[in-house]
């Protein structure tokens, strides 16, 4: 020890100054160059949601192919008017077709708004309003809506509804990520950090270590997304935000600890931090490693914003570890002990004292010493209650949720797809699209309008006054409206007929609309516009794509399907797709990181398996919470597969800060006192380091998506279940019960 002492003392003073300003000075350089990129993340964020799904889903073909009937890439809004009486008022078509043309102005809006179409009640209209999905899209949905407003069409109510009017109101709910979320997350875990460590430095340093992560990984994902290498959305950008905050404060945590153990046996901050940093490198690093390993197996997944999360997760968690290894320990050894103050850790015989007094009187010292004398009952009655916990998993409905259902709290649009539904076919304003070959397309018409799924069926037009022309039904009925109008006419003229005279048949052509429109083929191919009889993010819809997919494909092989309703529909797939293919190979690249780390086979294993258990035990009770408190009508199949990759890896996190101070206790005390050992000097930061990821994660639920408030509590509670049950109590009984050959094949397995 007096050797060590006199090297470190004997360091050159230049290298002591210099290296820990040159560290602090590139941190704060970084965050002066990252911070300014948190007000424009949503240069680079997209709305689409076709720009999410697999290049190689026939949603997103179909996408592709729609772009060359059209000039623009466009995102149908939907203007829905309601009667306040019983039906709307004379001369309400009409003002709604003239606010249509002052609506036409608007920047955004691209092309002709279709002409009002009344519902078969005479309660309500509805216009589709083509946006410019390049524009932005939540700034034209709310000029559109205070247009309206401003507009007074006798007794009517409108509504600002359809793909356009949802993704508005979806970058309102996100909003609050650059801002409202940042800031939640910091306020608590300051508390927290204030409650653990009773210091008012020691939090800032910690809480400056976490910005200096979060900004420098911002700066580098904004690039690039910038660039397209990645793609971002608000989920994805809100997940980093959380994720950063929590892993570079749970690093931190470990280091701190280590630190402020050193202080008690060092006589100067150099040798206390030369050998917290020693002792903390190797399971930050595996800790950040089996995260970064668990984000990245992401890029097997089918979705593009599965994909952007992996390597924009995996770069967080990487300046987390980077930054809780170098920016924080020369932070710290600049300001030196006073970070702890007002409790001020000293290497003297009276503070080691007390300190090892306070250790061994303190709550996991009693902890420990219950663990050792009843290893077998503790473990075993733990197994079982999470397996009766996670039995409730079977009830979670996490087959996807209709659209209308993701944003919490208020919405427009959704109230005006209320509205929709009430009057009009459920698809109106969100068609379906199909792809023919020109050919066929009158057969296809055929068995599409056969479908009981399908309400109307029009083709993308030329010379048309709304781009599209009616075919088949929807046409027929046109001009038997127009038929009926002209005999009504002719009726109440009461004028004999004339010799000469056009006759019914051709004044109905000639006042036929669509007359002179003709379909739009491109490279021998139609697009076809089909309104289905059901709402469009409704399970009948989704059904209804599959049938038509199946029925379509014998009159044309080579039809393609898209649109809204395919979208959602591919979309689920996909991720039912990624769960049965991520989680496994989650699994196994953690299983081989912590037999590198911890030397050992059986040890790993046992690991995994009680991560896996307790996994399935926050499952189980969010099922039950989702459906019997909160009554959420399912759940994104994502939230599955983020929980899982989330739970697994930063629970490993929990076991790796664990095991690696047991295996080192193990090496002087053997297994049996070693466990005990380590599980009294970790618990404290374990714990504390489990409650800051847990209420970082809890954040997230001020965002009022669905998707992040459900992702929110199953990792707050699974993180919060992990470190107060699993780590404190599963593991070390059941290590302790083991014995030392939960070490095999290593040569730790022979010391008991």
């Known amino acids: 020890m007096e050797k060590r002492h006199k090297t470190v003392n004997t360091a050159p003073k230049w290298a002591r100054i210099l290296i820990p300003l040159v560290l ?6 970084a965050m002066g160059v990252g911070g300014p990129y948190f007000g424009r993340i949503d240069e680079v964020s997209e709305v689409d949601l076709t720009a999410f799904l697999p290049k190689s889903a026939e949603a997103t073909r179909v996408n592709e192919e729609s772009k060359k009937f059209r000039s623009e890439k466009l995102l149908p809004a939907v203007i829905v008017y309601e009667a306040q009486g019983d039906q709307l008022a004379p001369g309400t078509e009409q003002a709604i077709n003239a606010l249509s043309k002052k609506l036409a102005n608007i920047d955004g809006i691209e092309g002709v708004l279709s002409p009002a179409i009344i519902s078969e009640d005479k309660k309500a209209a509805l216009v589709t309003v083509p946006i410019n999905s390049g524009a932005e899209i939540s700034e034209v949905v709310k000029e559109t809506r205070a247009t309206i407003a401003d507009a007074y069409i006798s007794q009517t109510k409108g509504y600002v509804t359809g793909p356009a009017g949802f993704a508005g109101d979806l970058n309102v709910a996100f909003s609050g990520i650059d801002g409202v979320l940042l800031l939640v997350a ?4 300051f508390v927290i950090l204030i409650i653990v460590y009773r210091s008012p430095v020691l939090p800032i340093l910690v809480l400056i270590t976490s910005l200096s ?10 690039n690039l997304a910038n660039v397209g290498l990645v ?14 905050i929590g892993a570079a404060t749970d690093y931190s945590l470990l280091y701190v600890s280590r630190y402020r153990e050193e202080l008690y046996v060092h006589g100067n901050k150099l040798a206390s931090t030369l050998a917290a940093w020693k002792g903390s490198v190797e399971p930050i690093l595996a800790s950040g490693g089996t995260v970064i390993v668990g984000l990245l197996c992401l890029l097997l997944s089918d979705l593009a914003s599965n994909k952007a999360l992996g390597p924009v997760g995996a770069i967080g968690v990487g300046m987390s570890v980077i930054a809780a290894l ?24 009276v503070a080691r004292k007390a300190h090892r007094i306070k250790l061994e009187n303190g709550f996991w010292h009693r902890v420990g010493v219950w663990v050792a004398a009843r290893p077998r009952p503790i473990w075993i009655v733990t197994v079982v209650v999470l397996l009766v916990s996670a039995f409730g998993m079977t009830q979670l409905r996490a087959d996807g949720v209709a659209q209308s259902d993701l944003i919490l709290g208020k919405s427009e649009a959704r109230d005006g797809q209320a509205v929709v539904d009430a009057h009009f076919p459920g698809g109106s304003g969100s068609p379906a699209l199909v792809v023919v070959d020109a050919a066929k397309s009158a057969q296809v018409v055929a068995t599409l309008e056969s479908d009981r799924g399908v309400d109307s069926v029009s083709t993308v037009a030329s010379d048309s006054p709304s781009g599209l022309k009616p075919l088949g039904r929807a046409e027929a009925e046109i001009k038997n409206t127009i038929e009926s109008s002209i005999e009504a006419s002719i009726a109440s ?23 002179n429109a003709k379909a739009k083929v491109v490279e021998g191919r139609e697009l076809l516009q089909v309104t289905l009889t059901d709402t469009p993010d409704s399970q009948a819809a989704k059904d209804s794509i599959v049938r038509l997919r199946q029925s379509l494909r014998v009159v044309d092989s080579s039809v393609l399907v898209g649109g809204t309703t395919a979208v959602q529909y591919d979309t689920n797939q996909a991720s039912i797709r990624d769960r049965a293919i991520i989680i496994p190979t989650v699994l196994f690249a953690i299983t081989v990181i912590l037999m590198v780390l911890l030397r050992s086979v059986l040890a790993p294993i046992l690991l995994l398996l009680t991560t896996v258990i307790s996994f399935g035990a926050s499952l189980g009770i969010a099922a039950f919470l989702f459906n019997n408190v909160w009554g959420f009508p399912g759940a994104d199949p994502s939230v599955v597969l983020y929980a899982f990759v989330f739970l697994v890896a930063l629970g490993i996190d929990y076991n790796i800060f664990l095991m690696t101070r047991v295996r080192e ?7 049996q006192a070693g466990v005990i050992k380590g599980l009294v000097v970790t618990g404290g930061v374990i714990t504390s380091a489990g409650i800051v990821l847990a209420a970082t994660f809890a954040a997230l639920a001020v965002i009022p998506i669905m998707f992040l408030a459900q992702l929110a509590f199953v990792v707050a509670f699974g993180v919060l279940l992990d470190t107060v049950i699993v780590r404190s109590l599963l593991v070390p009984a059941l290590i ?6 939960v070490w095999w094949p290593s040569k730790l397995r022979h010391k008991e």
């Open 24 to 29: 602090i000075t590139a941190w704060i350089g």
């Open 186 to 189: 910091l306020a608590v875990v």
């Open 213 to 222: 992560a979060l900004s420098a990984s911002i700066a580098i994902v904004w």
């Open 231 to 244: 793609e971002l959305n608000g989920q994805v950008q809100g997940i980093l935000f959380i994720l950063v």
């Open 326 to 349: 170098t920016f924080l320990p020369a932070m710290l050894y600049t300001v030196g002990r006073v970070s702890f103050w007002p409790i001020v850790p000293h290497a003297d015989n």
């Open 493 to 515: 003229s009461g004028m004999p007929a004339v010799p000469g005279a056009p006759t019914v048949q051709q004044l109905v052509d000639k006042a036929y609309p669509f007359a």
């Open 665 to 671: 206790e193990s090496l002087k005390l053997g297994t």
């Open 736 to 741: 302790r019960d083991i014995g030392s050959i």
